[in-house]
């Protein structure tokens, strides 16, 4: 399958947690962070969330110009089966195209475009790799959120995997890394490291999927 390049990208207490319980917006990057995620940004294609991070944090998923002066705004991809995306989400707003994936209905207003992908109950994630590359989007950034990560790894559709981790506990009931239920050794996804360094407070680990090597 032609597929873009995937990187997830997300931001960890040191218990696994990137977000509360409460899902109330939770700031775990630093500044140091904050200016390498909006260059990776600025590197890709498109980014990609789920709805359950647009309700929770409302991102912009735009590239500030504080940290990268000719700030060219990838495309931003939803994953919204059932047409949840508030419309005063700060994704609908004209400051960068939005592409919206659901299982129930298409159309196109201004900068948002609604697509089907999918007969399903959720998106079909393989099917939009493929809708994607076609579109040109050859390096795709994953920001989350919990189950999004899950399925993009469960289903082997990632190349590389970045996590800032902050040095928090925010404890059990709060999304975690890996929003996917296991229940035995088969459900289990190997990683292997490729580097790890220091980032202000905290510490970014780079990994890899160990099936690519
Ligand atoms: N720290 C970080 O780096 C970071 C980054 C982003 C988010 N977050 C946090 O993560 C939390 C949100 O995570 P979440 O797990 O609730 O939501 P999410 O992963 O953002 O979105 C999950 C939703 O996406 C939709 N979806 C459609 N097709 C899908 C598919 N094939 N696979 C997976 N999902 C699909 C589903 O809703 P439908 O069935 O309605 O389509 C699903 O419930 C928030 O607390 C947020 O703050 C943290």
Do not use: Q, W
């Not at 977000?19 to 940004?41: F, Q, T, Y």
């Not at 890709?44 to 944090?57: E, K, N, R, Y």
């Not at 994607?132 to 469960?154: A, D």
Request: proline share 4%.
């Amino acid at each position: 399958m032609r597929r873009p390049y995937v990187i997830i990208n997300c931001a960890s207490s040191l218990d696994g947690r990137i977000g509360l319980a409460d899902r109330r917006p939770l700031k775990i990057s630093n500044e140091e962070d904050m200016e390498r995620v909006h260059k990776l940004r600025n590197e890709c294609d498109a980014i990609l969330v789920g709805i359950g991070t647009v309700l929770a944090d409302n991102p912009k998923l735009t590239v500030k110009k504080k940290y990268v002066e000719d700030a060219k705004n990838p495309l931003r991809v939803i994953l919204d089966s059932h047409f949840r995306t508030p419309e005063d989400a700060e994704v609908m707003r004209g400051n960068a195209k939005t592409l919206i994936v659901t299982t129930s209905t298409e159309f196109r207003k201004g900068n948002v475009e609604v697509i089907k992908c999918g007969d399903g109950e959720r998106v079909d994630l393989e099917k939009l790799m493929g809708i994607l590359y076609e579109r040109g989007i050859k390096k795709l950034m994953v920001e989350g959120g919990s189950e999004v990560i899950g399925e993009f790894l469960k289903k082997g559709l990632v190349d590389e995997m970045l996590i800032f981790y902050a040095p928090i506990f925010v404890g059990e009931g709060a999304p975690s890394i890996f929003g996917i239920k296991g229940s035995g050794i088969e459900d289990i996804i190997r990683m292997k490291i490729r580097d790890i360094r220091r980032l202000g407070d905290g510490y970014l680990l780079h990994l890899i999927p160990e099936r690519k090597l």
